[in-house]
């Protein structure tokens, strides 16, 4: 038997895995070979060695916190062992998470309404519209021009439409006819009546501006569009 | 007498599973007595186990809470298979390879603030020992240090098969059964795990070398 064959097999030789015939023929090997006893008697005190560690003393915090372990775990166990039990388990986790949930919300949630409500009391009085003033001039937008008051004129037909150009001074400068003819006496007698009328300009943006004005003339009645 | 010894260890195997059983039923019922008693059998020797695996206190400490953990709420998939024992002990060695893994991903070292773990680690948190006299005490005592400093360079995988052989005293077998690997994978990782501490031992022994003072002459 060679040494190297009884080497790797002096650990499980100290193991007492070697048997029967091997065995003894290890026994033997062992009783003619110094250096293979040597190695075998190293291994041995080294087993002896890591068998006579003390063992470690398990802390106390440990053990208590492994007692709260089991005693949670137990009580856990014993919740969740039947439907019922488990469904109790459950509504009475999910009510505790609810509660947890709601208690850090609560005192927040209460005071900021609170608050608000405190707020829109004190502000209210405060808070009345102001009534708008009826013939204040509108800037933003656009406003048309319109006629103010119409000069006396014999047009007479049974329907005219003319378009009237206003400047920003609020006179008419130009006409043009939309709808019905006009005589060359009419355009006398119209540009006359323009010249006489009296027009408040078109503004955009509250300045003067030019702008557009229908004059409809049916017989004598006289409707006007602005 | 090899013979004799297997049967015994047979007996004491029938015997010990079916306290076993016993003890797994009791802790499925919910027995408060049941979570005591498997606590107080297992909890020294699964804090001894990683304690020797991990070598640090604090590391352990949390292992053994995983292991324990997982042995509770897992006690119902328990079908006997195999020992409470080797299955408790494969819980731990899974976790303390976790623990270890995390370790070397996350944090290499950290200065521990805990007293009372440190104090583990001492003389003091061992437990008493029968030694007779100061010299053989301090003596035990700087063998035990050497070899637990050589168990914490060797190989991660074959510390734990020698640990579990030679600190736990598991069978081949059972470190078959807790390592999942096959009896001959075993064989090899105890013979290469104890050559390895031998080896470490043997450097740690040899005599280091001694400076030469030459003293030199004025020329």
Sequence with gaps: MSCQTVLNSLSEFLDHRVAGEERARVTVHLAECRECAAHLRELSELRNGLKGLPPAAVPARLRTQL????????????????????????????????DNLMRPLA??????????????????????????????????????ATLVEVAPTSINNDETVVELYVDAKGQATDYSVQRGSVSPAMQADLTKMMFFSRFTPATWFGQPTNGKVLVSFRRINYVVRG | MATAILDLNAQKTAVTDSEDLALVRSLREGSERAYE???LRFQQPVYNLALRLLNDPSDASDVVQEVFLK??????HFRGQSSLKTWIFRIAINEAHNQRRWFFRHRHREVGIDDEQEDARGRAGTLADASPSPFDYALDREKQAMIEAALTRIN?????????????DLSYEEIAEVLQVSLGTVKSRILRGREALRHELEMKLQPQPVMNWLPKTAE
């Design chain 1, 67 to 98: 007692q709260v372990l089991a005693s949670h775990e137990r009580a856990h166990w014993n919740a969740t062992k039947t439907l019922p039990l488990a469904l109790r388990a459950w509504a009475a986790n999910m009510k505790l998470a609810v």
């Design chain 2, 156 to 168: 991660p995988t074959f510390r734990a098969a020698v640990v579990l052989r030679d600190i736990t």
């Design chain 2, 71 to 76: 042995v509770f709420r897992n006690v119902g």
């Design chain 1, 107 to 144: 005192v927040p949630l209460a005071g900021g309404l609170a608050s608000a409500l405190l707020l829109f009391g004190l502000l209210v009085p405060t808070l009345g519209f102001q009534p708008s003033v009826l013939n204040d001039v509108p800037t933003g937008f656009y406003t048309a």
């Design chain 2, 37 to 39: 008693t498997l606590l």
